[in-house]
């Protein structure tokens, strides 16, 4: 077994391939021809990303990452990927639901749903997303009123008819006992953060696409709390009832449970805006 201070490689693995090297994304391991074994850029252990590729790409199991123990790297089951139609009837499916059963959902699910997110994508691999998972219904309660308190402080200030109209019909249907806000949902997950990270607010946004389109394939309907988000950077109560930590935003949230009712067909949606170069 030849050592380096970061990647340990089996020699008796190792067939001379390369893979590792060119999959490198930071170009940390060099392999120069196929009479020696590939090997760490000297002084170079500092700009690794920590993703895994190396270990990951090759197909003789002949790396291992310091930082990571094997466990970490389960092996891709090809036979539980679905085909491409599956995945795009399973995309074009996928509803926000705004009626939810009483019932709650188990706390080892919602933790298998955040779990499930930290695979998502992040910029250079930073993996800053913090979660916050609210299981009591009472607390989504609270937090749609203030939501609501939050409304009609933009109503005095948006000059827009057309919005002002949109947030007043919120406030009178809240005001009736209609919560329009988390929609009597029994879950809500937040997906935040410090506010001046680079990438952090799409990689918070991917982190939670994951989770819900997740959440579809468990059963479960989740919706985008697009008017809490909103909110919760700028309303301070809210925010201190959000328990968001100092210098974080809240980059998105989505209300979650079981669905009332289920969808039947797919609805049409206007053709892409692309620009083909």
């Known amino acids: 077994m030849k050592e380096m201070s970061l990647v340990e490689i089996d020699q008796k693995k190792c067939k001379r391939d390369g893979i590792c090297a060119a999959e490198c994304p930071t170009k940390i391991i060099s392999f120069t021809n196929q009479d020696r074994f590939p090997f760490l850029v000297e002084n ?22 310091n930082t990571m123990i094997i466990d970490d790297y389960p092996l891709i089951q090809k036979n539980l990927l679905p085909g491409a139609e599956s995945i795009k009837q399973f995309l074009t499916s996928r509803r926000s639901i705004r009626k939810y059963h009483k019932q709650a959902v188990s706390h080892d699910l919602l933790a298998e749903l955040v779990d499930l997110g930290r695979y998502a994508p992040t910029g250079s691999n930073k993996q800053q997303v913090h979660w916050t998972v609210f299981e009591d219904k009472t607390k989504l309660q609270d937090l749609s009123s203030l939501v609501i308190d939050w409304v009609k402080l933009m109503v005095k200030q948006i000059p827009d008819e057309i919005t002002v109209i949109r947030m007043e019909r919120l406030v009178s249907s809240w005001e009736k006992g209609e919560d329009r806000i988390l929609h009597g949902a029994p879950h809500l997950i937040m997906a935040h953060s410090q506010g001046n990270l680079p990438s952090v607010s799409s990689d918070c946004v991917i982190a939670l696409t994951y989770l819900e389109l997740y959440a579809f394939s468990k059963g479960l309907g989740t919706c985008w709390a697009g008017y809490l988000t909103s909110a919760a950077n700028a309303y301070a109560p809210l925010k201190k009832a959000l328990g968001l930590p100092e210098g974080h935003k809240c980059f998105g949230a989505v209300m979650l449970g079981y669905p009332q009712y289920g969808y039947y067909r797919i609805p049409n949606r206007n053709a892409p805006l692309v620009t083909w170069l």
Request: charged content about 10%; some cysteine; proline content about 5%.
């Open 44 to 65: 170079a252990e500092e700009y690794c990303l920590n993703c895994g590729h190396c270990v990951a790409v090759c197909p003789h199991g002949a790396l291992t990452l």
